[in-house]
């Protein structure tokens, strides 16, 4: 089955630590994005990789760091300087850029991350 | 500064009667426009969606309807059944990106 999968599910971390967030997916497509959903605040954008060993940083970085080593792997690290982590955390996969052309996204199921 | 806004946080509509959910946008580059469909706790799931070349768009119970000089697009959901009870995000595709409006939870009365 193609697809995007995220885990953990539900991840606890207490205060100061950073914590690695993983997403993966079998479905071929070049783009890869991380956003983060707060309560009233819809999807907010936090980095996007179009392409292997390239990526940038959304609307929300800081705080944040990622890497895209392979097509199919692009984990989020939240850094102990993320001021407000706690925060419900969706990756996304579409087949190109949607600046090249349009592109449905494919959202994985979601990590929600409570920090402790 | 929202670029995508949906200004009805809720909406609630008995079974069998139309839903309308709004979105409002201010950017007139952006050239494709996508609905997503979200359950708690899952991630969205793609609907419909509309290029900015046309202004109406039907698949099954779901239209989505593009007026550009207002800036405006619309989901009409007929009829409306108690498993679309969820939340709705409008997206814009703008430059190498998506930009999403807050959501309109819908909620189907039986």
């Known amino acids: 089955d193609g697809g995007i999968t995220q885990s953990p599910k539900y991840l606890f971390r207490k205060e100061g630590q950073n914590v690695t967030l993983s997403c993966e997916q079998n479905?071929?497509?070049?783009?890869m994005y991380w956003y983060r959903q707060d309560p009233g605040q819809g999807l907010r954008l936090i980095y996007y990789?179009?392409?292997?060993?390239?990526?940038q940083k959304g609307d929300i970085a800081e705080g944040y760091s990622v890497s895209r080593e392979k097509k199919e792997s692009f984990p989020l690290t939240v850094t102990s300087a993320q001021k407000n982590p706690t925060a419900f955390y969706l990756c996304?996969?579409?087949?190109?850029?949607?600046?090249?052309?349009?592109?449905?996204?494919?959202f994985g199921p979601g990590t929600r991350l409570t920090v402790l | 500064d929202q670029q995508v806004k949906q200004n009805s946080p809720s909406l609630s509509v008995q079974e069998g009667r139309i839903s309308i959910l709004n979105c409002d946008y201010t950017?007139?580059?952006?050239?494709?426009f996508l609905w997503y469909k979200k359950y708690p706790a899952e991630g969205p799931t793609f609907l419909i969606s509309?290029?900015?070349?046309?202004d109406k768009n039907e698949d099954g119970r779901f239209t989505v309807f593009l007026n550009k000089s207002a800036k405006h697009l619309s989901l009409h959901i007929v009829p409306s059944q108690p498993g679309d009870s969820a939340v709705y995000f409008c997206?814009?595709?703008?430059?190498?990106?998506?930009?999403f409006g807050t959501g309109t939870r819908l909620k189907v009365l039986a």
């Open positions: 509309i290029s900015s070349i046309k």
């Open positions: 950017n007139s580059m952006f050239d494709y």
């Open positions: 479905l071929n497509h070049d783009a």
């Open positions: 996304a996969s579409s087949i190109g850029s949607s600046g090249v052309s349009y592109n449905e996204q494919f």
């Open positions: 990789s179009h392409i292997v060993n390239d990526f």
């Open positions: 997206a814009a595709s703008g430059t190498y990106k998506y930009i």
